[in-house]
């Protein structure tokens, strides 16, 4: 069991690459952490460098209190999991399991108590024998784990570990590492660029771009109040729609188009408006209503028509602003309608359109 302090990490790679420019989270004991952002944005760095497999530009590491940054990996006591399994095809699954046990001398019939032990949590007993050939996609990442699980490690990190695996496999490891990590209580953390897996797996999220934090917080936190308006577009499916808008004087409503005012319930710290700001209103809290109760109008040209729910694609009535909108379940909504939408006051997100920064 362990914590793990980041602190100001900064990585600039041969060439004067800026991959990392100071990242800092501090990871509770048993606590699992997603680092999610887009491809290049610096998980992998952030994880390599944790694991030391890659040195430490400045910044300092500390696991379990300990300052790891000059530690080899072998003695930081942790185990990680890559996205390409890393199996050796010509042993067993048993002996790919023991492998790093034995290598660090620990007794025979202790290596088999862990071995037996790991293979029962992972349901891989009947496979113990089988070359990670003769074993499925999902079977062999389970063997990786188990390889990791064995070690009995302080922190676990996994780089991306479902990435190789079609979309239902995945959504069915991703709860049994969950329900692992959970079991287990080790320290985590998770790198995907995977918004979807990152809210389902994470306590907490480190939202990365660019090599820099735009926000930590619980997967509703993030979801609720995104802090910026990268973070704003990134967690959510279909993204939040986007829309610069003016913000009226009073302070208390922002005005879409030439003239539709959209009421503010949460202003006070909202700052006169100089500054461009703005409005993000999410899919799924628009809504249809009665003609006398639009806020606007949706001028809808295409449907994605799901069963579950309904993806309503067009723009704002009279202007060339895409609006998206989901409404649960079947709507009898057609192409070419003009759909009368509404939201509430407290759904409406407010950016400054030049920082990026979260405004209400
Ligand atoms: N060994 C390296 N040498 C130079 N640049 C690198 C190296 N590894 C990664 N980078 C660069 O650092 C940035 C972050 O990469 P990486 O950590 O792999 O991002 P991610 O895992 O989020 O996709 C990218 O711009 C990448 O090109
Ligand atoms: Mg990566």
């Not at 930081?76 to 996205?83: K, L, Y």
């Not at 007993?125 to 990786?144: I, M, N, W």
């Amino acid at each position: 069991m362990a914590t793990v302090t980041i602190k100001d990490a900064v990585k600039t790679y041969p060439g004067n690459v800026q991959a990392l420019h100071g990242i800092s989270i501090e990871i509770e004991d048993g606590e699992l952490i997603v680092m999610v952002g887009p491809s290049g944005c610096g998980k992998s760095t952030m994880l390599r460098m944790v694991a030391g497999l890659e040195t430490v530009t400045s910044g300092d590491i500390h696991i379990n209190g300990e300052w790891v940054n000059k530690k080899e990996p072998a003695d930081r006591d942790i185990a990680m999991v890559f996205q390409n399994y890393a199996l050796y095809p010509h042993m067993s699954v048993y002996q790919n399991m023991a492998y790093g046990l034995k290598n660090r001398k620990i007794p025979k019939d202790e290596i088999e108590q862990r071995v037996q032990d790991t293979a029962k949590i992972l349901e891989l007993e009947e496979f113990l024998k089988r070359k990670p050939k003769e074993l499925s996609g999902g079977q062999r990442q389970r063997v990786a784990m188990g390889r990791a699980i064995v070690r009995e490690p302080k922190v676990f990190l996994f780089d991306e570990p479902l990435s190789n695996l079609d979309a239902k496999l995945r959504v069915q490891m991703r709860l049994e590492i969950k329900r692992l990590q959970d079991r287990l209580g080790v320290t985590t953390i998770y790198v995907t660029h995977d918004q979807v897996e990152a809210m389902t797996l994470g306590h907490r999220l480190l939202l990365m771009n660019e090599g820099r934090v735009e926000q930590i917080g619980t997967p509703l936190e993030v979801y609720e109040k995104p802090q910026t308006l990268f973070v704003a577009g990134f967690i959510g499916s279909p993204s939040m729609n986007l829309i610069p808008v003016r913000l009226d004087p009073s302070g208390n409503q922002v005005i879409l188009g030439e003239s539709l005012p959209l009421p503010l319930n949460n202003f006070e710290n909202i700052v006169n408006g100089d500054s461009s700001v703005t409005l993000g209103m999410r899919p799924e809290h628009l809504e249809a209503c009665e003609t006398e109760n639009a806020l606007m109008f949706l001028q809808v040209e295409l449907l994605e028509k799901l069963g579950a729910d309904t993806v309503v694609y067009g723009s704002l009535d009279q202007t060339d602003t895409a609006l998206t909108v989901r409404l649960s379940g079947i709507h009898p909504v057609d192409t070419g309608d003009r759909l009368p939408v509404t939201i509430t006051p407290e759904h409406l997100h407010i950016f400054d359109s030049d920082t990026g920064n979260r405004l209400n």
